[in-house]
Antibody, heavy 117, light 109 residues
Framework: QVQLVESGGGLVQPGRSLRLSCAAS????????MYWVRQAPGKGLQWVAL????????YYADSVKGRFTISRDNSQKTVYLHMNSLRGDDTAIYYC??????????WGQGILVTVSS | QSALTQPPSASGSPGRSVTISCTGT?????????VSWYQHHPGKAPKLIIH???KRPSGVPDRFSGSKSGNTASLTVSGLQADDEADYYC?????????FGTGTKVTVL
């Protein structure tokens, strides 16, 4: 079945970097755009980034622009989120999701990123 | 990139209906027919229940329905069941970005 599994989260100090990965299975990965969406503690869902099916078109939320980089490897069926200059307000559960109907349709279980000294 | 506005909470008795609003602007909800709704049980992955304003993915019961008028979209949950108690989020495509709603906690009384 369609599955997305995030990895790479954990505790990181402010100002440091972290890379999240999202491994896809059960569908033709190279045909779908992919999202990263996050949820800070006690807060709602926030769109972070989108990458097109071929990686040529990339978009970011203003809050992460210039610090985060989304990328993908279609041969490995994996999408990545490189996070630099991390701040306390980046603390959140990060979800990857598949695009369908110009909306995230299938989501991973999420991975916790905690930014703290 | 302001969040779409949803009421913080809504409630209803089992078997009754509840409707959640989602208010955006003429640049997102009002412009595009790409409004989606998600059910989110804490600790689990969000689940898509409505896409393109009113379409249900396969497997989603017809108790869930969506609509839109102007800059406001709505989700109605009919025949409330205990398992419907969850957080609900709307989202709208806004031309290369996606904007989520503030979220509504639905309580089944």
């Amino acid at each position: 079945q369609v599955q997305l599994v995030e990895s790479g989260g954990g505790l990181v100090q402010p100002g440091r970097s972290l890379r999240l990965s999202c491994a896809a299975s059960g569908f033709t990965f190279s045909e779908h755009a992919m999202y990263w969406v996050r949820q800070a503690p006690g807060k709602g869902l926030q769109w972070v980034a989108l990458i097109s099916y071929d990686g040529r078109n990339i978009y970011y939320a203003d809050s992460v622009k210039g610090r985060f980089t989304i990328s993908r490897d279609n041969s490995q069926k994996t999408v990545y989120l490189h996070m630099n200059s991390l701040r306390g307000d980046d603390t959140a559960i990060y979800y990857c999701a598949r695009d369908q109907f110009l909306a995230p349709d299938v989501w991973g279980q999420g991975i916790l990123v905690t930014v703290s000294s | 990139q302001s969040a779409l506005t949803q009421p913080p909470s809504a409630s209803g008795s089992p078997g009754r209906s509840v409707t959640i609003s989602c208010t955006g602007t003429s640049s997102d909800v009002g412009y595009y027919d790409y409004v989606s709704w998600y059910q989110h049980h804490p600790g689990k992955a969000p689940k898509l229940i409505i896409h393109e304003v009113s379409k249900r993915p396969s497997g989603v019961p017809d108790r869930f329905s969506g609509s839109k008028s102007g800059n406001t979209a709505s989700l109605t949950v009919s025949g409330l069941q205990a398992d419907d108690e969850a957080d609900y989020y709307c989202a709208s495509y806004a031309g290369s970005i996606t904007v989520f709603g503030t979220g509504t906690k639905v309580t089944v009384l």
